[in-house]
């Protein structure tokens, strides 16, 4: 590569992200991870709290957050992992193409699919599973689509230092679940083991929940909120930046 050749190109990235959506339009299966999958589960949840759909409520709002993190970081660590392992990203890389443009490209077709994910997620469970959302869905739609995004760049960090896609999907419970026990799903956060608390405190997850609890339970937007999503956002810029950083040209 040139060392004339400008860090972040918006021409390359664009001529990148293009590739990987056509790539994605080949590979039903993908698809249907991406966007069908998430809503098949808040479904799920949905009538398996029949008999108490306060508790959908209570709930609902926080798995739309987090059922987009999880499917994003599964299929963009993978599909990152098997560009390196069949060489392509190689002869990508030998291009005029900087570490920047690639995953900047990548960022910005998974952010593409993210926005038609969170637009069903949160269609289907505001407008249809009738989701009791106090704020305006809007604001759940927002925090949705930047907890798929933290998933994609989670996804392109991690694919980094795995060498097969079955060790891509190790790194789930080490990256993924932690977040999930600990993002106050389960019970709140503040009256968690105060360790715990803290490590929570620093875990993008546990701002995701937040965010769309402040929707779930505020009319108005709140300095909390803005707290949140700011978070999240600024911590899937950062990891995205580390991803750069450590993007192999292929797996030894």
Known sequence: MSTDTPALSPARTLATAGRVLRQLRHDPRTIALLLIVPVLMITLLRYVFDATPETFD?????????????????????ATLRERTSGTLERLLALPLGKGDLIAGY????????????????????????????????????????????????????????ASEFQAVQFMPAVIFPQLLLCGLFTPRDRMHPVLEAISDVLPMSYAVDGMNQVLTHTDVTADFYRDILIVAGSALLVLCLGAATLRRRTT
């Open 58 to 78: 209570a709930i609902g709002a926080s798995l739309l957050g987090i059922f987009p993190l999880i499917t994003m970081f599964l299929v963009t660590s993978i």
């Open 107 to 162: 960022a910005l077709a998974f952010g593409a699919v993210a926005v038609a994910q969170s637009l069903l997620a949160t269609a289907m469970s505001v407008w249809v599973l009738g989701l009791d959302v106090v704020g305006s869905p809007w604001l759940l739609l927002l925090v949705a689509l930047l907890d798929a995004l933290l998933g994609t760049a989670l996804g392109l960090f991690v694919s980094a230092f795995a």
